[in-house]
C-alpha cells in the first residue's frame, strides 16, 4: 500500500494579514483585530509584530493593549476576510477534492495518488504556497507529511511563511526532542500529569511504563504513544458537517434586568436561526451559556422533541433555559450565547405523515424574513422585544467543524 501525503495549509495570521493587504501603511506595525476594550472585546487576531508582545487570539484586547501599548486595533471585516478564504480555498481545491477545512484559514489536503497530474507531495506543497502567495498576496505556511498529525506539526514548526517536510523514517527522532504539549491531545492538565510522570519531553514517554500511563490517562494514553512514534490514521474528510452553529455577545456593562437580557436573547436566536437555515440544517439541541461578572461560566441545554429550524421553537426553548434555569441566581451577566448543536439535514428527518398547516406558515415566514435580511440588511425586521433593548455588546458567532 502506498505511503499517503498529506499536505496541512495554514494561512499566517490571516485576519491580520488581510488587513496589512487592504491598508499597506499598516505593514511593519503591530496589528490586532478584535473588539474595543470598553466594550470587553477580545482579540481574534495579531500580526507577527504584535505577538513579539505576547498578544495572541482570545486575549482580551483591554489586556492586548496594556501589553502593547501601540497596538493598531481593528474591528474584524468576517465578509472580507471569507472573501479572501474562498480565494486561497478555490486553490486548494484545483489540486485535490480531499480538503479537509478545518477553520476559514486552514486545511488539510490528501494528494495520495495525484504525483501524475501534479507532481509528487513535496512539489504540490510549494506549488500551493506559491500560488497563494502570487494570487492573494497572503503568506501561507505549509506542511508536508505521511499523516495530519506531522504535516501539521510540520507547518506550525516553520511559522510564519514556512514549508518543511517530515518524511515517515525522520519523525521519530524528530518528535522525540519537541515538548510533549506538541502532541495533539496533551492540553495543560495532561501536560501536568505528565510532568509529574517526568514526562516533559515527547521522547521521555518511552521511558514511562505504559501501564502507568495508562492508569494515569485511560485510554488517551495508547493515542499519545502512537502520535509520539509519528503514527495517525485518521483521514482527511472533506467539507466535514458542523457541529454547531452559535453566536455571543459581550455586553459593555453588565445586565441584570432580566427582560434586557430576554431582548440580547432574542436577537441572538434570529442570528443563530438565519444561518442554520442558510446552511441548510435543523438542530435537535438548545444551548444557552451566560458569564458573570467574575467570568464564572454556565452553559445549560434542551433537547426538543424534533429538528427544528423554526426561529420560534427555538426562541421558545432559549427563552424557558433562561427563565428556568438562569433566571433564578438574579446575578448580573456580562456575556449571553445561544447555540444549536445536533445538527442534521432536513431530508434525514422523518418527516410527519400529516403536516401541520401552522408549521409550514411558519418556515414561509422565517425564509421570507431571510430573504428581506439578504436583500436589506440584518436589521430590516427587529422584534418589538428588540426595538429597546439597548446598545449591543462586541458579538462573534461560531460554527465549530
Not at 498576496?137 to 510564519?160: H, M, Q, W
Not at 444557552?288 to 426538543?304: E, I, W
Request: hydrophobic share 40%; glycine share 8%; net charge neutral.
Amino acid at each position: 500500500m502506498a505511503e499517503r501525503a498529506i499536505i496541512h495549509v495554514d494561512m499566517d495570521a490571516f485576519y491580520a494579514s488581510v488587513e496589512v493587504l487592504d491598508d499597506p501603511k499598516l505593514a511593519g506595525l503591530p496589528v490586532v483585530v478584535g473588539g474595543r476594550a470598553e466594550d470587553r472585546g477580545v482579540i481574534a487576531a495579531a500580526s507577527y509584530e504584535a505577538r513579539k508582545f505576547g498578544v495572541h487570539s482570545a486575549m482580551s484586547t483591554a489586556r492586548a493593549l496594556r501589553l502593547c501599548p501601540k497596538a493598531v486595533l481593528l474591528p474584524p471585516r468576517f465578509d472580507r476576510y471569507g472573501e479572501m478564504s474562498g480565494q486561497v480555498f478555490a486553490i486548494l481545491r484545483e489540486y485535490t477534492p480531499l480538503v479537509e477545512p478545518l477553520s476559514i484559514d486552514e486545511a488539510f489536503l490528501d494528494v495520495t495518488g495525484c504525483e501524475r497530474l501534479h507532481g509528487p507531495a513535496e512539489e504540490i506543497g510549494r506549488k500551493l504556497k506559491r500560488r497563494i502567495r502570487e494570487e492573494t498576496r497572503l503568506t501561507a505556511s505549509v506542511g508536508v507529511a505521511p499523516n495530519k498529525f506531522l504535516a501539521k506539526l510540520a507547518s506550525d514548526l516553520r511559522k510564519p511563511d514556512g514549508f518543511l517536510v517530515i518524511a515517515a523514517d525522520e519523525a521519530p527522532a524528530l518528535l522525540a526532542a519537541l515538548p510533549v504539549s506538541r502532541l495533539w491531545g496533551v492540553g495543560r492538565a495532561t501536560e501536568e500529569i505528565l510532568g509529574t510522570l517526568g514526562v516533559r519531553k515527547i521522547g521521555d514517554l518511552f521511558g514511562v511504563s505504559r501501564e502507568l500511563l495508562e492508569r494515569r490517562l485511560g485510554t488517551h494514553a495508547a493515542d499519545l504513544l502512537s502520535l509520539a512514534r509519528g503514527i495517525d490514521d485518521r483521514p482527511v474528510v472533506p467539507d466535514a458537517e458542523p457541529k454547531s452553529i452559535g453566536a455571543e455577545t459581550t455586553f459593555p456593562s453588565d445586565i441584570g434586568d432580566a427582560e434586557e437580557l430576554l431582548g440580547h436573547i432574542d436577537r441572538l436566536v434570529e442570528r443563530v436561526a438565519r444561518e442554520l437555515r442558510e446552511a441548510g440544517y435543523e438542530a435537535r439541541t438548545v444551548h444557552l451559556k451566560a458569564r458573570y461578572p467574575d467570568f464564572s461560566t454556565v452553559t445549560r441545554a434542551r433537547t426538543l422533541p424534533a429538528a427544528t429550524d423554526r426561529t420560534a421553537e427555538i426562541r421558545a426553548a432559549a427563552r424557558e433555559l433562561f427563565r428556568e434555569r438562569l433566571d433564578r441566581r438574579g446575578r448580573p451577566l456580562r456575556l449571553i450565547g445561544v447555540s444549536l448543536s445536533g445538527l442534521v439535514r432536513p431530508e434525514a428527518v422523518q418527516g410527519e405523515l400529516f403536516a401541520d398547516p401552522a408549521n409550514d406558515r411558519a418556515r414561509r415566514f422565517d425564509r421570507a424574513k431571510d430573504e428581506l435580511r439578504a436583500a436589506f440588511g440584518p436589521d430590516a425586521l427587529r422584534r418589538g422585544s428588540q426595538v429597546d433593548g439597548g446598545p449591543e455588546g462586541s458579538d462573534g458567532s461560531d460554527r465549530s467543524d
